[in-house]
């Protein structure tokens, strides 16, 4: 079993704007609400190796993982792999900025596999990651857009 989300949103600001918040990974705690840190690890000329560390969960978990990040910005891509995979067999992301009439449509597909000892199983996590994501491009669409209004 595995499982495959596909998700995006249009955001009405110029591209280089679009891309440049995305990648900067330092800001990503101001940019998406879940998370409450991301370090950087390690970088390339290319790829960066960071820690993610959400806000603490129901329980007062605060989970944490590490990925790696490469990004081309000739053909506006991004893939992305977790290195620590915590519940997951595997975890690959591939973000998309197409320019569109509107905008930029930023699309983020993640491709992935639970442990089987986990208590939500593949279909449960997806249905999480669409509505997590819709929540995510939500916000990031609303932080671009007000900073391209200046």
């Known amino acids: ?19 440049d918040m995305t990648n900067d990974i330092e800001s990503w705690p101001k940019l998406f609400s879940e998370y409450s840190a991301a370090e950087i690890l390690h970088r390339t000329d290319t ?3 960071f820690r ?10 605060v989970w944490s993982w590490v990925s790696d990040r490469t990004a081309d910005p000739e ?10 995979l915590g ?7 591939f973000w998309e900025y197409l320019q569109t009439d509107e905008g ?3 699309r983020w597909v993640q491709d ?22 819709a ?12 900073e391209a209004r200046g």
Request: charged share 25%.
């Open 112 to 133: 992935f596999e639970l442990r089987p000892e986990m208590q939500v199983d593949d279909a449960g996590m997806a249905d999480r990651v669409n509505a997590n994501s």
């Open 135 to 146: 929540v995510q491009l939500k916000l990031i669409k609303e932080a671009i857009e007000a």
């Open 52 to 61: 993610l560390s959400m806000h603490p969960d129901e329980n007062g978990v």
């Open 87 to 93: 519940p997951f067999k595997y975890m690959f992301l």
């Open 1 to 19: 079993m595995s499982a495959h989300t596909d998700n995006a949103i249009t955001i009405a600001a110029p591209m280089d704007l679009v891309w």
């Open 75 to 84: 053909t506006r891509t991004v893939r992305s792999q977790r290195v620590e």
């Open 47 to 49: 790829t960066v190796r």
């Open 104 to 106: 930029v449509l930023l």
